[in-house]
Nanobody, 117 residues
Framework: QVQLVESGGGLVQPGGSLRLSCAASGSVGGIAFTGWYRQAPGKERELVAR???????NYADSVKGRFTISRDNAKFTMYLQMNSLKPEDTAVYYCNVFDVPYRVNYWGKGTLVTVSS
């Protein structure tokens, strides 16, 4: 079993910044961080940023140039630096990892980001 804990969410004004963290614990030997997703009220969960095993990254068009995904493999932690935040970025943000040996996806419980003046 893998446990994921997201943190770093909160209330921020438009134009502000937040840094989200996703810490993995438990049976982490075979996990691969895959990316960050978000779900706004009344909307489906969507991909925000993806990071591949080779370090390549991809971003949703809506966050390109503003968000940066990264990871620290030694700390089993993934990050999402969010700059120039907009009200439409308001959502619950979830991290996702894939347990390669057991072929299982894991999700955290999410962290709420609210962008409002």
């Amino acid at each position: 079993q893998v446990q994921l804990v997201e943190s770093g969410g909160g209330l921020v004004q438009p134009g502000g910044s937040l840094r989200l963290s996703c810490a993995a614990s438990g049976s982490v030997g075979g996990i691969a961080f895959t990316g960050w997703y978000r779900q706004a009220p009344g909307k489906e969960r969507e991909l925000v940023a993806r990071i591949q095993s080779n370090g390549n990254t991809n971003y949703a068009d809506s966050v390109k140039g503003r968000f940066t995904i990264s990871r620290d493999n030694a700390k089993f932690t993934m990050y999402l630096q969010m700059n120039s935040l907009k009200p439409e970025d308001t959502a619950v943000y979830y991290c996702n990892v894939f347990d390669v040996p057991y072929r299982v996806n894991y999700w955290g419980k999410g962290t709420l980001v609210t962008v409002s003046s």
